[in-house]
């Protein structure tokens, strides 16, 4: 079974950062692009980044600026740093890898909360 691992998830200050990790398996293979979503109690999932093979980035409005996605394809690795966070950022954070034949992969999601 194909795993997608997340990590860096945890507690922080209105203000704060932290980094998340996500690395998906070698036997992925043709990873098209690498994305984090979050979902918070009682709201849809939502996208918070991707990023493509190529470096193409896309953000969701309310993370602009302050997000950032980055990848270490030789690793199959992808990170989110995100700064100066709100308590609107807390949520679960997913990873998600999506393949050039439309396979999905997701982890299993690291919790973000952020205190006021």
């Known amino acids: 079974q194909v795993q997608v691992v997340e990590s860096g998830g945890g507690l922080v200050r209105t203000g704060g950062s932290l980094r998340l990790s996500c690395s998906a398996p070698?036997?992925?293979?043709?990873?098209?692009?690498m994305s984090w979503f979050r979902q918070a109690p009682g709201k849809q999932r939502e996208l918070v980044a991707m990023?493509?093979?190529?470096?193409?980035?896309v953000y969701g409005d309310s993370v602009k600026g302050r997000f950032t996605i980055s990848r270490d394809n030789a690793k199959n690795t992808v990170y989110l740093q995100m700064n100066s966070l709100e308590p609107e950022d807390t949520a679960v954070y997913y990873c998600?890898?999506?393949?050039?034949?439309?396979?999905?992969?997701w982890g299993q999601g690291t919790q973000v909360t952020v205190s006021s």
């Open positions: 990023i493509t093979t190529g470096g193409r980035t």
């Open positions: 070698r036997n992925i293979y043709s990873i098209n692009a």
């Open positions: 998600n890898v999506y393949t050039d034949n439309a396979n999905d992969y």
